[in-house]
């Protein structure tokens, strides 16, 4: 086996193993090592390798080679090249790559191998490696070796010479070849009639906030009284709230007053709500910021001597311990009703008038709770002409449903269910006194509350 040492091989064994080819440089019965050896056509990482015998199917001994002996053949493989203008498709160029073999047969009887030539095709897959090869490097451009029209022929397939243009680019030809309209004429005429009819029906263009088809809002009643003579008024909600009469408003509070909701208890969460939506006119947050000194509000609360004008005392107190500045005028502090409450109003050390002349002459709001609701309320010109000269915004506390004489509010506050107010109350505002569900059940009202979770909502004239 010593004579075959420095010849090429070319090795089949067992499936499992596969082929081996390289060169021999030690040989016995029963061991073959291989140098610069290749297994099913990869290099080897190891620098030799060893094949046993009885792992060999075939072996092919390759003959060393020699210049003079070399033949050529030729194996074509596809190589993608870039499209060139005016192509309507990749095409392919061949060019030669010789690699020559360096194994060749011995005299064994079987043919002697041949040098292979690759016949590479350019397709698009190769382009880039094409461009990359072909690009020059910095000591080429740096002496000059650009090649005039390189550039043009690597990205558009041939040299881009003002010679080959023949004729300018006729854009108004390319530009009916994109003609969106007729492409949405010839897809509206193959729609059905139907979508086509609805399509021309769509002429009116809405805004973000309108809506496509017209609606009415959804109102629900969930409140239903036992006569119901007079106007109705709906929530933000869509929830209808009838109005009561006098006379079942009088048997609502006499059962109130027997089952223990007492005025005095009544009369604090009046105060309550009317505190609430008083700071929401005075500005809320932004004025009653304790860094905000200079443009603290100041509040007058004009009160008559009865309930209604204790309910004004109660929320000029409530606003003062809020700590907006408080100015309480009383008609009279004599009556029953009224001196607990400004007995208790009097501890704020805010001020208490009875005299119209003490009044400022400007102020961030007034609240008026004069008159009780009679068929005829008291006129107090005097206060009128006051409040009309300041233009503070007025909110109104219970008032009668005809309004107040001289004066015009601009906000009312009504307690548990309204009565059938005047446009001249202005904007009506519902609150909550928490009366449980059989009070209202004992006078034949069936009710269910309108506030959910608020304690103040808005009442709104309903639309007949």
């Given at each position: 086996?010593?004579?075959?040492?420095g010849?090429?091989?070319?090795i089949?064994?067992?499936?499992?193993?596969?082929?081996f080819?390289?060169?021999?440089?030690?040989?016995?019965?029963?061991?073959?090592?291989?140098?610069?050896?290749?297994?099913?056509?990869?290099?080897?990482?190891?620098?030799?390798?060893?094949?046993?015998?009885?792992?060999?199917?075939?072996?092919?001994?390759?003959?060393?080679?020699?210049?003079?002996?070399?033949?050529r053949?030729?194996?074509?493989?596809?190589?993608p090249?870039?499209?060139?203008?005016g192509?309507?498709?990749?095409t392919?160029?061949?060019?030669?790559?010789s690699?020559?073999n360096?194994?060749?047969?011995?005299?064994?009887?079987?043919?002697?191998?041949?040098?292979?030539?690759?016949?590479?095709?350019?397709?698009?897959?190769?382009?880039?490696?094409?461009?990359?090869?072909?690009?020059?490097?910095?000591?080429?451009?740096?002496k000059?070796?650009?090649v005039?029209?390189?550039k043009?022929?690597?990205?558009?397939?041939?040299?881009?010479?003002?010679?080959?243009?023949?004729?300018?680019f006729?854009?108004?030809?390319?530009?009916?070849?994109?003609?969106k309209?007729?492409?949405?004429?010839?897809?509206?005429?193959?729609?059905?009639?139907?979508v086509?009819?609805?399509?021309?029906?769509?002429?009116?263009?809405?805004?973000?906030?309108?809506?496509v088809?017209?609606?009415?809002?959804?109102?629900?009643r969930?409140?239903?009284v036992?006569?119901?003579?007079?106007?109705?008024y709906?929530?933000?909600?869509?929830?209808?709230?009838?109005?009561?009469?006098?006379?079942?408003?009088?048997?609502?509070w006499?059962?109130?007053?027997?089952?223990?909701?007492?005025?005095?208890?009544?009369?604090?969460?009046?105060?309550?709500?009317?505190?609430?939506?008083?700071?929401?006119?005075?500005?809320?947050?932004?004025?009653?910021?304790?860094?905000?000194?200079?443009?603290?509000?100041?509040?007058?609360?004009?009160?008559?001597?009865?309930k209604?004008?204790?309910?004004?005392?109660?929320?000029?107190?409530?606003?003062?311990s809020?700590?907006?500045?408080?100015?309480?005028?009383?008609?009279?502090s004599?009556?029953?009703?009224?001196?607990?409450?400004?007995?208790?109003?009097?501890?704020?050390?805010?001020?208490?008038?009875?005299?119209?002349s003490?009044?400022?002459?400007?102020?961030?709001?007034?609240?008026?709770?004069?008159c009780?609701?009679t068929?005829?309320?008291?006129?107090?010109?005097?206060?009128?002409e006051?409040?009309?000269?300041?233009?503070?915004?007025?909110?109104?506390?219970?008032?009668?449903?005809?309004?107040?004489?001289?004066?015009?509010?601009k906000?009312?506050?009504?307690?548990?269910?309204p009565?059938?107010?005047?446009?001249?109350?202005?904007?009506?505002?519902?609150?909550?006194?928490?009366?449980?569900?059989?009070?209202?059940?004992?006078?034949?009202?069936?009710?269910?509350?309108?506030?959910?979770?608020?304690?103040?909502?808005?009442?709104?004239?309903?639309?007949?």
């Amino acid at each position: 086996m010593a004579q075959w040492i420095g010849y090429m091989v070319s090795i089949r064994c067992i499936d499992d193993v596969g082929t081996f080819q390289g060169e021999i440089i030690s040989a016995t019965n029963t061991l073959i090592t291989l140098t610069k050896a290749f297994n099913n056509g990869f290099p080897c990482p190891e620098n030799e390798v060893k094949i046993r015998a009885d792992h060999i199917v075939d072996l092919k001994l390759i003959d060393k080679q020699t210049d003079s002996t070399v033949e050529r053949s030729t194996v074509t493989i596809a190589k993608p090249v870039a499209k060139r203008a005016g192509r309507t498709h990749s095409t392919s160029e061949s060019h030669n790559i010789s690699l020559n073999n360096r194994f060749s047969m011995p005299n064994l009887g079987q043919p002697k191998s041949k040098p292979i030539d690759i016949e590479v095709k350019h397709t698009a897959d190769t382009a880039s490696n094409s461009f990359k090869n072909n690009t020059p490097n910095k000591k080429e451009k740096s002496k000059g070796k650009w090649v005039k029209g390189w550039k043009d022929e690597e990205c558009f397939g041939s040299p881009m010479d003002q010679n080959n243009i023949s004729k300018d680019f006729d854009f108004e030809k390319n530009l009916a070849l994109f003609n969106k309209q007729a492409i949405w004429d010839e897809l509206n005429a193959q729609k059905p009639d139907v979508v086509r009819h609805t399509d021309n029906k769509r002429t009116t263009k809405y805004r973000h906030d309108e809506n496509v088809i017209a609606t009415l809002p959804t109102s629900y009643r969930q409140i239903t009284v036992p006569k119901q003579d007079f106007c109705e008024y709906v929530t933000d909600d869509g929830l209808i709230i009838p109005s009561v009469s006098r006379v079942l408003r009088k048997k609502l509070w006499e059962v109130a007053e027997r089952v223990g909701l007492t005025w005095e208890k009544r009369i604090e969460l009046i105060g309550r709500a009317a505190t609430e939506i008083s700071i929401q006119l005075l500005g809320g947050g932004h004025r009653l910021n304790p860094h905000n000194t200079h443009q603290w509000p100041t509040v007058v609360v004009l009160c008559g001597p009865h309930k209604q004008g204790a309910a004004g005392v109660n929320t000029a107190r409530q606003l003062a311990s809020q700590g907006v500045r408080t100015i309480v005028y009383t008609v009279s502090s004599e009556a029953s009703c009224i001196k607990k409450e400004i007995a208790l109003y009097s501890l704020t050390k805010s001020k208490l008038f009875n005299d119209i002349s003490d009044l400022p002459n400007t102020t961030d709001l007034i609240i008026v709770a004069l008159c009780e609701d009679t068929e005829n309320p008291k006129h107090y010109p005097l206060l009128s002409e006051w409040v009309n000269r300041n233009r503070a915004p007025i909110l109104a506390l219970d008032p009668p449903t005809s309004g107040t004489p001289g004066i015009v509010p601009k906000f009312s506050l009504l307690p548990v269910l309204p009565l059938p107010h005047s446009s001249s109350n202005g904007k009506l505002y519902l609150c909550n006194l928490g009366f449980p569900v059989d009070i209202f059940n004992e006078v034949g009202i069936k009710y269910k509350s309108p506030f959910g979770p608020k304690f103040v909502i808005p009442l709104h004239p309903k639309d007949d």
